[in-house]
Nanobody, 121 residues
């Protein structure tokens, strides 16, 4: 199983970016999908998570600015980031809770490789 994240880059304060993360491999089903971020010198923190029933949860710092969504047919999770601030600068990691075709009784935790978001003028 692989999670491939994309969409990071350099954006000015107030701008927008959309991150994508596609899962591939021998996947039976995906439970929660989420985004985390890690700024320089800080611990990794939850940004947003979405369940397979489309329930969502956001960090207080991004509520009202970021929107998480998913496309189950494409096994992809998205993070629409609007009104970006310099403090949003971080490496963003996607995460998925996955049941495998050959081990359906267990749920495995997978991480993407990270994509850098830099908010600066």
């Amino acid at each position: 199983v692989q999670l491939q994240a994309s969409g990071g880059g350099l954006v000015q304060p107030g701008g927008s970016l959309r991150l994508s993360c596609a899962a591939s491999g021998s996947i039976l089903s995906i439970n929660d999908m989420g985004w985390y971020r890690q700024a320089p010198g800080k611990q990794r923190e939850l940004v947003a998570v979405i369940s397979n029933g489309d329930s969502t949860k956001y960090a207080d710092a991004v509520k009202g600015r970021f929107t998480i969504s998913r496309d189950n047919a494409k096994k992809t999770v998205y993070l629409q980031m609007n009104s970006l601030k310099p403090e949003d600068t971080a490496v963003y990691y996607c995460n998925s809770q996955i049941r495998l075709l050959l081990d359906y009784q267990s749920i495995y935790n997978y991480w993407g490789q990270g994509t850098l978001v830099t908010v600066s003028s």
